[in-house]
């Protein structure tokens, strides 16, 4: 990916969180199930790497390298988890015969392109543009 250069990847970052968030946030809709899922495996994935970067390079690289990016990306994926098990909890409640799943849905949608989206650009680009001249200055 290095060859095609910092806006493709910062493009290939967005889309993919992006995609994933919102994939994950409506299939909250089986039952709230996924979402959990999603941050669990997430979590786990995320453990591991920063463990092995940790023992490696030590933790202020794993800082440097997370923190710049992560202080906005971490929060919104869980935003996006949380109106996932919201959408869940709507499907039973309308299931039961209360609330409106579709005023959810459009209400988790709308915070998705209003909120979460642009907060996920802004992640991409500073995981893009800064976390990698911070990482430079730490590891020759």
Do not use: C, D
């Not at 996006?80 to 005023?103: C, F």
């Amino acid at each position: 990916m290095e060859e095609l250069g910092p806006l493709f990847f910062l493009f290939f970052l967005f889309i993919n969180n992006a995609l994933k968030t919102l994939v994950w946030m409506f299939l909250g809709l089986l039952f709230g199930i996924a979402p959990l899922f999603f941050i669990a495996l997430n979590g786990l994935v995320f453990g591991l790497v920063v463990h092995n970067i940790y023992q490696t390079l030590g933790f202020l690289v794993v800082f440097i390298a997370i923190a710049p990016h992560g202080i906005v990306e971490l929060p919104v994926t869980l935003l996006s988890a949380a109106i996932g098990v919201k959408l869940g909890y709507s499907l039973i409640n309308r299931i039961r015969g209360q609330g409106s799943l579709t005023e959810e849905l459009g209400k988790g949608l709308s915070l998705f392109l209003t909120r979460i989206a642009p907060l996920l650009f802004i992640a991409a680009t500073i995981e893009t543009f800064i976390t990698p001249m911070l990482v430079s200055f730490f590891i020759k």
